[in-house]
Nanobody
Framework: QVQLVESGGGLVQAGGSLRLSCAAS????????MGWYRQAPGKQRELVAT?????TTNYADSVKGRFTISRDNAKVYLRMNSLKPEDTAVYYC?????????WGQGTLVTVSS
């Protein structure tokens, strides 16, 4: 089993920055993808950014140039700069390997205007 623990959410003013962290533990396969998704009130969960165990990254168009995903073995980070009110959402960490898919509990990011 894989467990995910997220941290780093909070309240920030528009234009500010935050860094989210997610630590994976348990039976972690060497080939995997970790990423961040978000869900705003009344909206579907959407991809923010992913990073493979080989370091390949993928970003949603809405965050390109503002957010940076990185990882250190079984930890993944999301550096969020130039935050906008529309970035307000619950951010979820996800671990995937083969057919295994594990989600974190979510951390709330609120951006005030």
């Amino acid at each position: 089993q894989v467990q995910l623990v997220e941290s780093g959410g909070g309240l920030v003013q528009a234009g500010g920055s935050l860094r989210l962290s997610c630590a994976a533990s348990g039976s972690i396969f060497s080939i995997n993808v970790m990423g961040w998704y978000r869900q705003a009130p009344g909206k579907q969960r959407e991809l923010v950014a992913t990073i493979t165990s080989g370091g390949t990254t993928n970003y949603a168009d809405s965050v390109k140039g503002r957010f940076t995903i990185s990882r250190d073995n079984a930890k993944v980070y999301l550096r969020m700069n130039s935050l906008k009110p529309e970035d307000t959402a619950v951010y979820y960490c996800k671990f995937g390997s083969g057919s295994l898919e594990v989600w974190g509990q979510g951390t709330l990011v609120t951006v005030s205007s």
